[in-house]
Antibody
Framework: EVQLVESGGGLVQPGESLRLSCAAS????????MNWVRQAPGKGLEWVSY????????DYADSFKGRFTISRDNAKNSLFLQMNSLRAEDTALYYC??????????WGQGTLVTVSS | DIQMTQSPSILSASVGDRVIITCRAS??????LAWYQQKPGKAPKFLIY???NLESGVPLRFSGSGSGTEFTLTIGSLHPDDFATYYC?????????FGQGTKLEIK
C-alpha cells in the first residue's frame, strides 16, 4: 500500500524551530519530485516548498525563504522540512505530497504545527 | 506570482446535477493544472493532472478541460460522495499556487 506519513509537528513557542519528516512506504520516493503544502485552520491550501527527485533543485514560497529548508534522504525514503523562527501564522497542518507533474498525487495525512506562547 | 481564482466560492447543487467549477490563472500556464478534492478532516485527494488527465481510480463523471488561463472541472452527475471542497493548483511556475477553493454543498 502506498503511504506517506508525516511526523514531527507539535506545540512550540514563537521563534522556536521544528523539523518535520515524511516517510514513504509502498513506493520509492527517489522517483518523485516532492512538495510541502500547508493548511491553516479553516483555510485553503498553501504551497510551501518543492524539491526535485534528486534533491538538486529546491524552491520556496517567498514567505518561507530563509526560514524553512526542504531536504530529502532517498536512501531512507524520507522527506524533511526544517522550520526555523516560527511565527503564530505558521500554525497549520503540514502535508507532504508528490508533485502533480508526476501525474500521480500521493498525500500524507498531515502533521499539525501550533505556534503559540 | 501567478494568481489562481476559482468561481464560484460556494456552489449549491443536488444529487444528479451537472456542475462546473472554473479556475482562472492570472497568466498563461499552458495545461499545467491539477484539481484536488478535500473533505473535512481529510487530506486532499488528487483528481486531475495536466488539466484534463484523470488520476487512476477517479470516477469518470469527473472531467477537466482548458488551457492557457481558463480551466474547468466538471462533475457529470453529482453523487452524494462528491460534496466537498475543490481546489485547483498551477504547477507551471513557482510559486505553485492554489486557488482559494470551491465548496460544493448540498442544496
Amino acid at each position: 500500500e502506498v503511504q506517506l506519513v508525516e511526523s514531527g509537528g507539535g506545540l512550540v513557542q514563537p521563534g522556536e524551530s521544528l523539523r518535520l519528516s515524511c516517510a514513504a512506504s509502498g513506493f520509492s520516493l527517489s522517483s518523485y519530485d516532492m512538495n510541502w503544502v500547508r493548511q491553516a485552520p479553516g483555510k485553503g491550501l498553501e504551497w510551501v516548498s518543492y524539491i526535485s527527485y534528486s534533491g538538486t533543485t529546491r524552491d520556496y514560497a517567498d514567505s518561507f525563504k530563509g526560514r524553512f529548508t526542504i531536504s530529502r534522504d532517498n536512501a531512507k525514503n524520507s522527506l524533511f522540512l526544517q522550520m526555523n523562527s516560527l511565527r503564530a501564522e505558521d500554525t497549520a497542518l503540514y502535508y507532504c505530497a508528490t508533485s502533480a507533474a508526476a501525474g500521480t498525487g500521493y498525500w500524507g495525512q498531515g502533521t499539525l504545527v501550533t505556534v503559540s506562547s | 506570482d501567478i494568481q489562481m481564482t476559482q468561481s464560484p466560492s460556494i456552489l449549491s447543487a443536488s444529487v444528479g446535477d451537472r456542475v462546473i467549477i472554473t479556475c482562472r490563472a492570472s497568466q498563461s500556464i499552458g495545461t499545467w493544472l491539477a484539481w484536488y478534492q478535500q473533505k473535512p478532516g481529510k487530506a486532499p485527494k488528487f483528481l486531475i493532472y495536466k488539466a484534463s488527465n484523470l488520476e487512476s481510480g477517479v470516477p469518470l463523471r469527473f472531467s477537466g478541460s482548458g488551457s492557457g488561463t481558463e480551466f474547468t472541472l466538471t462533475i457529470g452527475s453529482l453523487h452524494p460522495d462528491d460534496f466537498a471542497t475543490y481546489y485547483c493548483q498551477q504547477y507551471n511556475s513557482s510559486p505553485y499556487t492554489f486557488g482559494q477553493g470551491t465548496k460544493l454543498e448540498i442544496k
